[in-house]
């Protein structure tokens, strides 16, 4: 059997994970319905419903630590990505070209991506904390729901403007908002049916050792 604390240790392992995840497999585009999204978009969930267990079952200091030490991560990540890229390859290595162009990002997305998630997430532990504060702690789906949706919200808003603002022409005030409704729509989604995780994961992490 788990004790706790490793139970919370995997989960901000599977967190960090879910984090990797959506900043580099999430650079691939697919189409879900006629909407154009990033396969991103399936690992999303998973940072929003685990901040929210945390959030239940310890506290908002403690999913708080979980956001910051993540970032922290990420900065990390980014920095170690951005050195590997531009470091020469060996002579006998033809693949840097594909090297960079999977794992290589532009400054301005890597900015986007970083401050999104941050403002984001701890916008997520902030409404659900509240939210559990007003209804004495009853009622888990509606902090669990309504803290991800606004939060999801003000991620993928936050995310395509500061990258794809005036990028070109195109790009403009009323365009960036055609993806943004669609693609937060499908976070919608998945945000409703990720609640019995949600409960389940309280469950775990509360169960007796």
Same mark, same amino acid.
């Given at each position: 059997?788990?004790?706790?604390?490793?139970?919370?240790?995997?989960?901000?392992?599977?967190?960090?994970?879910? @984090?990797?995840?959506?900043?580099?497999?999430?650079?691939?585009?697919? *189409?879900? %319905?006629?909407?154009? #999204?990033?396969?991103? /978009? =399936?690992?999303?969930?998973?940072?929003?419903?685990?901040?929210?267990?945390?959030?239940?079952?310890?506290?908002?200091?403690?999913?708080?630590?979980?956001?910051?030490?993540?970032?922290?991560?990420?900065?990390?990540?980014?920095? @170690?990505?951005?050195?590997?890229?531009?470091?020469?390859?060996?002579? *006998?290595? %033809?693949?840097?070209? #594909?090297?960079?162009? /999977? =794992?290589?990002?532009?400054?301005?997305?890597?900015?986007?991506?970083?401050?999104?998630?941050?403002i984001a997430q701890h916008m997520d532990v902030l409404i659900f904390a509240f939210i559990k504060l007003i209804t004495?702690?009853?009622?888990?789906?509606?902090?669990?729901?309504?803290?991800?949706?606004?939060?999801?919200?003000?991620?993928?808003?936050?995310?395509?403007?500061?990258? =794809?603002?005036?990028?070109?022409?195109?790009?403009?005030?009323?365009?960036?908002?055609?993806?943004?409704?669609?693609?937060?729509?499908?976070?919608?989604?998945?945000?409703?049916?990720?609640?019995?995780?949600?409960?389940?994961?309280?469950?775990?992490?509360?169960?007796s050792e």
């Open positions: 059997m788990f004790t706790r604390e490793q139970k919370k240790q995997f989960l901000f392992a599977l967190y960090l994970t879910s @984090m990797v995840l959506v900043n580099t497999l999430g650079s691939k585009i697919t *189409t879900l %319905g006629s909407v154009r #999204a990033s396969v991103g /978009v =399936f690992f999303m969930p998973l940072l929003f419903v685990i901040t929210d267990i945390i959030t239940e079952v310890y506290g908002k200091k403690t999913s708080t630590q979980f956001v910051n030490l993540s970032t922290i991560m990420m900065i990390f990540m980014f920095l @170690m990505i951005g050195l590997c890229i531009i470091l020469p390859p060996n002579a *006998t290595w %033809g693949l840097q070209s #594909a090297y960079a162009s /999977v =794992f290589g990002s532009s400054m301005r997305m890597t900015i986007a991506s970083l401050t999104s998630f941050y004495k702690e009853k009622h888990l789906w509606i902090r669990n729901n309504v803290s991800t949706i606004i939060s999801q919200f003000v991620d993928t808003t936050i995310f395509m403007f500061l990258t =794809f603002y005036k990028m070109n022409p195109d790009y403009t005030f009323s365009f960036l908002w055609t993806l943004i409704l669609p693609y937060w729509g499908f976070k919608v989604i998945f945000a409703l049916l990720d609640t019995p995780i949600c409960y389940l994961g309280v469950w775990w992490l509360k169960r």
